[in-house]
């Protein structure tokens, strides 16, 4: 039993659901339009501003995608109402960063500037050389891997 999939969508007002017949599912709201398919085990329906989430076996990837299909819905129905954002700070000497028409030029430490290619559906903001700011209607586009920072302990005095 998945807990998540059991649980309806709610759909803001500005924001229409719409499920074809092949599992094809159009969110379009005020920041944008996004469409994704469904896996075929997985069925939806809109009622009532509600999406709900129906499995149609009870195998254990399609447990395990129904809680997926309405994790994904309900982020593509957050993503086209409010948008996401993430925020970056660079920290280091010399480290900086810069947009420059559709590429993100990076300058951390290495012997030539990185450049990051952004994707068409993606804002990126630089604010102070060092901070960054990436919003978006897709979450799985928003994202950056490795948020964690490891300090290397200074050296010590025998």
Do not use: C
């Not at 290619?117 to 490795?146: H, S």
């Amino acid at each position: 039993m998945s807990r998540i999939g059991n649980k309806a969508v709610e759909i803001p007002d500005k924001v229409k659901v719409n499920v074809g017949d092949g599992g094809q599912v159009s969110v379009e709201g005020p920041k944008g339009k996004l469409q994704w398919t469904l896996p075929r085990e997985i069925m939806a329906s809109v009622q009532d501003n509600r999406v709900s989430v129906v499995r149609q076996a009870e195998t254990r990837s399609a447990k395990a995608l129904h809680g997926l299909s309405r994790s994904l819905v309900y982020n593509m129905v957050q993503g086209v109402s409010e948008g996401f954002t993430k925020q970056l700070e660079i920290e280091g000497v010399g480290f900086r960063a810069a947009v420059q028409g559709s590429n993100l030029n990076l300058s951390l430490g290495f012997s030539h500037p990185v450049a990051f290619a952004i994707p068409k559906d993606i804002k990126i903001t630089v604010a102070d050389n060092t901070k960054i700011t990436i919003q978006g209607v897709d979450k799985k586009l928003v994202r950056y891997a490795g948020e964690q920072i490891r300090r290397k302990e200074g050296k010590t005095v025998q």
